[in-house]
């Protein structure tokens, strides 16, 4: 198949000259010259035909955003876990760096042993410390329902501080309603 099948052009004494001419396209992108042989007029007919299936290939998204299946983590978990894996990156690295270090029989392997061990224990951390920062967070958040959660609790004393407010509220404005009267100060 070539170009001016792919375009649409008939070439068998057709006059119309159909397909996806895009407004950016250069003269040689058209089918060799017959374009041009054409007119004014033919490039109208072709730029009105093929408006509609330029426009639908021109404004189709690069990508489709689909919902997210999970929630994003809370942000204090996030930045333990990208400090986790910044960690683990890093201990990998020195294993590697151990283990070839010591193939070559290079003096640096035994240094780079013991910073091994030493960012092990470092990642190590770094992973119970998202893990621990993720339960901190459900506790306080309300996430886990369980009957010791401190976060049950922050939420009860919340309510009842805005309806402690709501009704001082409600009692200012009885006294504003009635043009001041109940006053006993005039603060």
Known sequence: ????????????GGARLTGHQYADATDRDSSEGVAESRGQGARV????AGRSA??????????????ARRRRLPDPVRTAAVRAVLLIAVTLLQAMV?????LA????AFPM??????????????????????????QRNGVVSVPSSTARVLRRERRRTRRQERAAERAQERIRRRGGAGQLSHS
């Open 54 to 67: 330029r426009e639908r290939q021109r404004y189709r998204p690069l990508w489709v955003e689909e919902p």
């Open 113 to 138: 042993v013991i910073s091994s061990v030493v960012s092990t224990i470092a990642a190590t951390w770094g992973v119970l410390d998202v893990w621990v920062t993720r339960q901190v967070w459900n």
């Open 45 to 48: 007919l072709t730029r009105e």
């Open 98 to 102: 151990a283990f070839l270090c010591t």
């Open 105 to 108: 029989g290079s003096w640096l």
């Open 1 to 12: 198949m070539g170009t001016a099948e792919r375009r649409g052009a008939s070439r068998a």
